[in-house]
Nanobody
Framework: QPQLVESGGGLVQPGGSLRLSCAVS????????IGWFRQAPGKEREGVSC????????NYVESVKGRFIISRDGAKNTVDLQMNSLKPEDTAIYYC???????????????????WGQGTQVTVSS
């Protein structure tokens, strides 16, 4: 049973940047595909970005392509999400999720996870 802890959220102006971090304990990050998801008030949770078990495949929802970058640090056992050119519509609680169902070489999925962190708030406003 992994423990997932998100950090790095905060208040930022439109056009600004934030870097979120998901710390994974209990297993190495390579045991799971890791995804970042977000949920805004009144809306369903959506997958934002993910990285597969091998680290060789990443995926992004169309609305963040070219602005967000996901990366993995095996030594720190973290998965980070660099968020650039932030927009008000990026405002949400951001969660990381762990997916153990995929094979190591399989592409990651923005539609599933079995374990979740507590979330970190991102607010983009002037």
């Amino acid at each position: 049973q992994p423990q997932l802890v998100e950090s790095g959220g905060g208040l930022v102006q439109p056009g600004g940047s934030l870097r979120l971090s998901c710390a994974v304990s209990g297993r190495t990050v390579g045991y799971y595909a890791i995804g970042w998801f977000r949920q805004a008030p009144g809306k369903e949770r959506e997958g934002v970005s993910c990285i597969n078990r091998s680290g060789g495949n990443t995926n992004y929802v169309e609305s963040v392509k070219g602005r967000f970058i996901i990366s993995r640090d095996g030594a720190k056992n973290t998965v980070d999400l660099q968020m650039n050119s932030l927009k008000p519509e990026d405002t949400a609680i951001y969660y990381c999720g762990a997916d153990f169902l995929l094979e190591s070489s399989d592409p990651c999925s923005l539609n599933e996870a079995q374990f979740w962190g507590q979330g970190t708030q991102v607010t983009v406003s002037s």
